[in-house]
């Protein structure tokens, strides 16, 4: 499926019928406060999955959005074809456990940071964790993703480059 830039893949509100692997671009999931202000979740550049795991399992009215940051390619798995090729290729039941430990390890990773890590830290784990998507997405993003403002970035990536 081709998605044109700022495209949506899903839109909060509506269930998430299907994991999307991405091929080329980049995509970022985000949800909304009451107030408007966006929270990034998580961005998604090639060879990365990006859904609403928790909508996509139960069904359930996705509380996120999903858009491309660049025109992007994604392929679409539904649930039920999940379960054909668990049956048909038990190997690909093995490589998505797997991919799931690894996204709740990363999850766990990024909880405890924004509760304990100052700005700086953050932005630097950031960096050395995604080199390449920080060279992608625009600041405000990376800030939201952070939890921070993009005032406080700007200071934060400043005061990087004056090394202090």
């Not at 795991?53 to 025109?71: G, V």
Request: glycine share 4%; with cysteine; hydrophobic share 35%.
């Amino acid at each position: 499926m081709a998605l044109g830039k700022r495209q949506h893949l899903l839109q909060a509100g509506e269930p998430c019928t299907h994991l999307a692997f991405v091929t080329q671009g980049c995509l970022r999931s985000y949800s909304l406060t009451a107030q408007g202000q966006e929270h990034t979740l998580q961005f998604a550049p090639e060879d990365w999955w990006i859904s609403d795991i928790y909508s996509w399992l139960t069904q359930q009215p996705s509380s996120m959005s999903i858009d491309a940051l660049e025109d992007s390619q994604v392929l679409l798995l539904a649930q039920a074809d999940m379960e054909t090729i668990y049956t048909r290729f038990p190997v690909f039941e093995r490589y998505f456990r797997l991919l799931m430990q690894s996204r709740y390890v990363a999850l766990q990773e990024r909880v405890n940071a924004s509760l304990s890590q100052t700005a700086s830290e953050k932005y630097q784990h950031f960096l050395r964790k995604y080199p390449g998507i920080a060279r992608r997405v625009p600041q405000h993003f990376i800030a939201s993703y952070l939890g921070i403002t993009p005032e406080s970035l700007s200071r934060v990536r400043r005061q990087t480059r004056l090394g202090r």
